[in-house]
C-alpha cells in the first residue's frame, strides 16, 4: 500500500512539473496578437460554403492577416456559417 501512494504522489508531481514547463513555453513561443477579427462567412447554399471560405481566407491575407481559429455555427442541426478569426 505505502509503495502505490509513494508512486502515486511522484506521480502527481511529476506531472505538475510537466505542465509546468509546458504552459511556460506556450507563455514565451506565443505573443498576443496586436489585431485580431472576426469574420462571419455565411454557410447558405452549402455547395458555395468552401468558396467563400477561400474567398475571405485569400482576402485577408492579402490584408496581412493570418488565419487563426474557425467555428462552425449551427441551429437545430443545420449549419447556417462560420465565425472565422484572423490575426495580425
Known amino acids: 500500500m505505502k ?3 509513494i508512486l502515486t504522489t511522484a506521480a502527481a508531481g ?3 512539473t ?3 514547463f509546458v504552459a511556460a513555453s506556450y507563455a514565451q513561443d506565443d505573443p498576443v496578437p496586436q489585431n485580431t477579427t472576426t469574420v ?3 454557410g447558405k447554399g452549402q455547395s458555395g460554403f468552401a ?3 477561400n474567398k ?3 482576402d485577408m491575407e492579402a490584408k496581412g492577416s493570418k488565419f487563426s481559429d474557425l467555428e462552425i455555427y449551427t441551429e437545430n442541426g443545420d449549419m447556417k456559417g462560420a465565425f472565422v ?3 495580425r
Open 51 to 53: 468558396e467563400k471560405l
Open 40 to 42: 462571419w462567412v455565411d
Open 14 to 16: 511529476l506531472l505538475a
Open 18 to 20: 510537466v505542465a509546468m
Open 56 to 58: 475571405m481566407h485569400a
Open 85 to 87: 478569426t484572423y490575426v
Open 3 to 5: 509503495k502505490a501512494t
